[in-house]
Structures are given as C-alpha cells and as structure tokens.
C-alpha cells in the first residue's frame, strides 16, 4: 500500500495524560499536512510542514501540542496533558510541491479519545 | 471565521438520482477547489477538483461547476448508486506562495437510495 499511513488508528487515554501520533507520508511528497476532525464537522488546518521545517501552525495548535518531521519522511503529532476537547480525529495529509495541482491524500487518521 | 459555506447539510436521493451539493467562497484568492469523499471512520478520499480558470471538469459520473464571479461551486453526482452514500466535503486553498493548506466547508451527508 502506497497511500498514507497513521498509527495507531484508535487511542484512548485519560486526561492529563500525553499522546503521540505517526504519519508516514506517500514516498515522494515533500508537503505533510495535520488537520483536526470533530464530529459532523469538517477537517481543520492543524500544522504544516515543507520536507522538515515547520512552516505554519493553526491557531488551533496550542502550547500542548507539538508536531515534528524529522529528515522529511514520517511526521509525529504529540499532544501534551490531553484535555476532553482534544478528542478528536486526527488526520495527516500529503502532497507534491511541483507542476501538478498539488492534492492533498488523507490518510486513515487517529480517533482519539480522552475519558 | 467561515471562509467556505458548504450546503445542504444532509441530501437524499434515489438511485440514479443527480444530487447537487454547493458551496460559496468569500477569499478571491483561493485557486484550488477539491471536492472530497468520506465513509464513517475513514479519512477523505479526493474525488475531483478544479481550477479557477475552468468552468466545468468532468471525471466519471463526478462533474465540478464553477463561478468565478459568484464565487461558487458545485458538485454534481451523475446516475446515482447507494455507494455513493457518504459525507461529501468542499475545500479552498491558495496554491501559489502559499502553504496550500485546506479550508473545508462543513459537510454533506448524502443518502442514496436503492
């Protein structure tokens, strides 16, 4: 399977409790992409990276969270002290920066869910 | 700040039926329009997408039309089948110098009966 991969695919934890999610983008995408999904709604911007520098991060992306792509491949997502808000699905996304249109391929995403 | 309005909420049709699902847009700087396709527990499947050059793109029974100057779009679904059944997402972004991050409109939950 070529496509974007998350893990884990479901995560429950308690509040206060730390989290670390994984993205491994399709091979050749330079762009990583997180986004966040509540229930009935759509995906929202998160954080995005070109190859490994970070180069724009939501409002949405409090202080307790903290995203990285080391050497440009995977990426993580960590959230810190989760709080029952957090629980969400968290949803990686891929692309190529050249002469095509530049689509975005979602992965399978991460529910979390903090009790 | 909603930046794309996305609308019905909720659709349903019988098979063979052309659902219409539009949006609206207020940034005239967006220059990308994907639509999205999602099942429950799944992440969004890309179904088709656009340019703000073109008025109408065709792929299958999947058909985009665009209105550059009402800052609108739609997504039509040819000959219909229950398959179909899903959440239906339009997005925006700004390509050029920009991130490309999305920004999605709130969802289309599209019922498709036999």
């Given at each position: 399977d070529t496509g974007v991969s998350q893990d884990p695919r479901h995560k429950i934890t308690?509040?206060?409790?730390?989290?670390?999610?994984?993205?491994?983008?399709?091979?050749?995408?330079?762009?990583?992409?997180w986004y966040r999904q509540t229930l009935g709604q759509g995906p929202e911007f998160l954080t995005y990276f070109q190859n490994e520098a970070q180069l724009e991060k939501s409002r949405l992306l409090s202080d307790r969270f903290s995203a990285e792509r080391p050497k440009g491949s995977f990426s993580t997502l960590e959230i810190q002290r989760t709080e029952q808000g957090d629980s969400a699905m968290y949803l990686c996304a891929s692309s190529f920066s050249g002469i095509t249109l530049g689509e975005q391929y979602f992965g399978p995403g991460t529910r979390l869910t903090v009790t | 700040?909603?930046?794309?309005?996305?609308?019905?909420?909720?659709?349903?049709?019988?098979?063979?039926?052309?659902?219409?699902?539009?949006?609206?847009?207020?940034?005239t700087a967006f220059d990308y329009f994907p639509w999205y396709q999602q099942f429950p527990g799944k992440g969004p499947a890309l179904l088709i997408a656009i340019r703000p050059d073109v008025s109408e793109k065709k792929e299958?029974?999947?058909?985009?039309?665009?209105?550059?100057?009402?800052?609108?779009f739609s997504l039509h679904i040819m000959d219909s089948q229950p398959g179909d059944s899903a959440t239906y997402f339009c997005a925006a972004s700004r390509r050029s110098g920009n991130t490309g991050k999305l920004i999605f409109g709130q969802g289309t939950t599209l019922q498709v009966k036999p």
């Amino acid at each position: 399977d070529t496509g974007v991969s998350q893990d884990p695919r479901h995560k429950i934890t308690k509040r206060g409790q730390n989290v670390t999610f994984r993205c491994d983008p399709i091979s050749e995408h330079n762009r990583l992409y997180w986004y966040r999904q509540t229930l009935g709604q759509g995906p929202e911007f998160l954080t995005y990276f070109q190859n490994e520098a970070q180069l724009e991060k939501s409002r949405l992306l409090s202080d307790r969270f903290s995203a990285e792509r080391p050497k440009g491949s995977f990426s993580t997502l960590e959230i810190q002290r989760t709080e029952q808000g957090d629980s969400a699905m968290y949803l990686c996304a891929s692309s190529f920066s050249g002469i095509t249109l530049g689509e975005q391929y979602f992965g399978p995403g991460t529910r979390l869910t903090v009790t | 700040q909603q930046q794309v309005k996305q609308s019905p909420q909720s659709l349903i049709v019988q098979k063979g039926g052309i659902p219409i699902i539009n949006c609206a847009y207020e940034n005239t700087a967006f220059d990308y329009f994907p639509w999205y396709q999602q099942f429950p527990g799944k992440g969004p499947a890309l179904l088709i997408a656009i340019r703000p050059d073109v008025s109408e793109k065709k792929e299958g029974r999947f058909t985009i039309s665009f209105n550059k100057s009402a800052k609108q779009f739609s997504l039509h679904i040819m000959d219909s089948q229950p398959g179909d059944s899903a959440t239906y997402f339009c997005a925006a972004s700004r390509r050029s110098g920009n991130t490309g991050k999305l920004i999605f409109g709130q969802g289309t939950t599209l019922q498709v009966k036999p």
